[in-house]
Every structure is written in structure tokens, then in C-alpha cells.
């Protein structure tokens, strides 16, 4: 499994940004897809996740109704949209797969790299 997170980048508070996660490697039916993000010396924190076969979702309550999670089948892309950003929400994003598990797992199979997104006050 290859997941290969993009679209991080420099933007004011306020704005919107939506990442995208591109997955391969196999069939992701069955897969819980997650978000995740670690800011400077704080712990890696949980955002959403959501199954890939039905789409149900589930969220951190820090970040319920400001961002969205969301998956397109045919290509294969996970989606995070992040509206009214915060410089709080600073921090280096990672998409995850894990096999099996539940929308309020912590415990991931795979992990992207990440990608950075900085947020101007």
C-alpha cells in the first residue's frame, strides 16, 4: 500500500484548503482511510477517518464541522477540506490505511508521508 499525501502549502487564517491523499496498491474496499496532523513538539493528533466500501464517517470533536473528509473511488483519492483555518491548524498532515478496523481506530496499517500546511495569522 502507497499512500502519498499533497496540497499542503502557505495560507492566511480564515481560508480554505482541501488535501488529497493518493492511494495504490491495492483495493481499498475494506480500508478505514484516516487523516491525522502533528504539530511542533505536540503529539500526533487524530482528525477523521472514513470507510472506503460505504463511506461513513467520523470525526475528532476539535475539528467537527470546519473539516470534511471524503473519498472518490474511481480515483483512488482520500480528501480532507480544512475551511475557516486557524493558525493553530499549523502543522504537517498525514492520510493513513488500516485494514479491518473501525472509523475510531487510532491504530493504522500504513501511513503517507505527509504534508505541511502553514497557516498566517
Known amino acids: 500500500v502507497q499512500l502519498q499525501a499533497y496540497g499542503g502549502g502557505l495560507v492566511q487564517a480564515g481560508d480554505s484548503l482541501r488535501l488529497s491523499c493518493a492511494a495504490s496498491g491495492r483495493t481499498f474496499s475494506g480500508y478505514i482511510m484516516g487523516w491525522f496532523r502533528q504539530a511542533p513538539g505536540k503529539e500526533r493528533e487524530f482528525l477523521a477517518s472514513?470507510?472506503?466500501?460505504?463511506?461513513?464517517?467520523y470525526y475528532a470533536d476539535s475539528v467537527k464541522g470546519r473539516f470534511s473528509i471524503s473519498r472518490d473511488n474511481a480515483k483512488n483519492t482520500l480528501y480532507l477540506q480544512m475551511n475557516s483555518l486557524e493558525p493553530e491548524d499549523t502543522a504537517v498532515y498525514y492520510c493513513?490505511?488500516?485494514?479491518?478496523?473501525?472509523?475510531?481506530?487510532?491504530?493504522?496499517?500504513?501511513w503517507g508521508q505527509g504534508t505541511l500546511v502553514t497557516v498566517s495569522s
Open positions: 472514513i470507510s472506503w466500501r460505504d463511506g461513513r464517517t
Open positions: 493513513a490505511a488500516d485494514w479491518g478496523g473501525f472509523l475510531s481506530t487510532r491504530d493504522y496499517d500504513y
